[in-house]
């Protein structure tokens, strides 16, 4: 591991102006990043630690919502009495992500910012455009079973890989960030992440010395709510596809319904068009069908990862009728 200097954060501000130097990195859970750091894959000159600072709460916001601080452990959303009982999915999607002893020590900032597993990434004796920009994508042609088959580019094909934050992305969550200057600004999920484009190693919206101080939900809505991830073993491994769901029915019709993917795209996927297919419509296997077709018309597998497509299809199906169920 690389040389590095040690700054315990005891503000906000502290932090933030601590990690707005050339080579800083923030720490909380260090659930992944440690590992960056051991392979040398991540290598900064400035570890800030913010365990200390006021983040760890969850409440009621005043329109109705909830406020995760950003020190929030997975442990403790998923157990939160507010989270089980009103965003459900959410508690669902945290539960089935990595092992009790790591969810312990992961937190809400630090999941949304997890790195992909491409093994490529991980490996720094092969070129990858998001660790090394410039040096090519070698999963492109090597071994990418797992990685994307949406919003990719000649130049990255990796996969976000958290549960947690598909569950947010279905539920219009709010990531809230403080600035190196004392700004605050709210940035919807979906447009925080970035997608690789020609610059894979850029994958948020967050500038140097930019700190996540909580993530707000919206007021909760009724319905189902459905949490499905399809993996190589029943815990500890990633989605090869995953799909949150919200749905609400009224006289046997979809009134309204939420959908996030992840395993598929460089960050959760979420596709509007496909929702809009469904909404005010009666359920049927006609009907799944064709809002499959909407999600995967843009999809592209690579060869080892080609099996994603059709995965992708019967598990959106899947979802959708226990979503749509009206006799439970």
């Known amino acids: 591991m690389k040389q590095f200097e040690y700054n315990r954060a005891t503000s906000v501000a502290d932090a933030t102006k601590a990690a707005s130097g050339h080579g800083a990195a923030i720490i909380a859970g260090g659930t992944n990043l440690i590992d960056l750091m051991k392979l040398e894959v991540s290598t900064p000159d400035i570890l800030v630690d913010i365990n200390r600072l006021d983040l760890g709460q969850v409440s009621r916001t005043d329109d109705g919502g909830l406020r995760i601080g950003a020190l929030v452990t997975n442990s403790d959303l998923a157990a939160h009495e507010t989270v089980r009982k009103d965003y459900e999915v959410l508690s ?31 490996d720094t004796a092969m070129p990858c455009n998001k660790r090394a920009p410039g040096s090519g994508c070698q999963a492109l042609d090597g071994f990418n079973r797992i990685l994307a088959i949406l919003g990719t580019s000649d130049h990255c094909i990796a996969t976000h890989p958290s549960d947690m934050a598909v569950a947010m992305m279905a539920l219009d969550a709010v990531v809230e960030i403080e600035g190196s200057h004392g700004d605050t600004r709210q ?135 226990s979503v749509t169920e009206t006799d439970q």
């Not at 669902?92 to 997890?114: D, F, I, P, V, Y």
């Open 92 to 122: 669902r999607a945290l539960l089935a992500g990595a092992s009790g002893q790591l969810r312990n020590k992961a937190t809400t900032g630090g999941n949304l910012l997890q790195r992909t597993r491409c093994g490529y990434f991980y």
């Open 187 to 321: 940035i919807a999920l979906d447009d925080f992440y970035r997608l690789p484009g020609s610059t894979p190693d850029v994958e948020t919206v967050l500038q140097p010395g930019d700190l996540i101080t909580a993530v707000l939900l919206p007021r909760p809505t009724t319905g189902r709510h459905i949490y499905r991830k399809v993996r190589d073993r029943s815990s500890y491994a990633f989605a090869l596809v995953s799909v949150a769901a919200v749905a609400q029915m009224d006289a046997g019709k979809i009134a309204q319904i939420s959908l996030a993917f992840g395993g598929l795209a460089p960050k959760p996927w979420r596709n509007r068009a496909v929702e809009a297919a469904l909404t005010g419509q009666a359920p049927s296997d006609t009907l799944f069908d064709e809002a499959a077709d909407i999600l995967l018309a843009d999809a592209k597998g690579y060869g080892a990862n080609d099996f994603k497509i059709p995965l992708s299809r019967r598990t959106l199906k899947a979802v959708l009728r």
